[in-house]
């Protein structure tokens, strides 16, 4: 199993990056899978996640700016990020949830075991950088 993100960068606030996560070894769509971001002396948090069946959430301080979204034919999944400001800088990781991980608990954000438990039961790609300069 491996997950391999690319698409950051920097870009200056109100800028657009897509990340991308390829997914291999696994069929990504049977998953709930997810995007996390870890900025610097800060916990690393949820961004957004999708479940298996394609259902989406996404944190209330990306809402309406990023989409997370997955292309099932080419095993990938991708966060779009629009309207980029400077406290979005942070390291960005894609993950996949344990296997048959419940609909409810892949699309609460605000679940405080959910962090732990794709952290201890799934798989996380290497991260990618976005730095955001106002």
């Known amino acids: 199993v491996q997950l391999v993100e690319s698409g950051g960068g920097s870009v200056q606030s109100g800028g657009s990056l897509r990340l991308s996560c390829a997914a291999s070894g696994f069929t990504a769509s049977s998953y709930c899978m997810g995007w996390f971001r870890q900025a610097p002396g800060k916990e690393r948090e949820g961004v957004a996640g999708?479940?298996?069946?394609?259902?989406?959430r996404h944190a209330d301080s990306v809402q309406g700016r990023f989409t997370i979204s997955r292309d099932n034919a080419k095993n990938t999944l991708y966060l779009q990020m629009n309207g980029l400001k400077s406290e979005d800088t942070a390291m960005y990781y894609c993950?996949?949830?344990?296997?048959?991980?419940?609909?409810?608990?892949?699309?609460?954000?605000?679940?405080?075991?959910?962090?732990?438990?794709?952290?201890?039961?799934?798989?996380w790609g290497q991260g990618t950088q976005v730095t955001v300069s106002s």
């Open positions: 993950a996949t949830a344990p296997p048959f991980y419940s609909k409810s608990l892949c699309l609460d954000l605000d679940y405080q075991r959910r962090l732990t438990d794709f952290s201890k039961f799934g798989y």
């Open positions: 999708i479940s298996s069946l394609g259902s989406t």
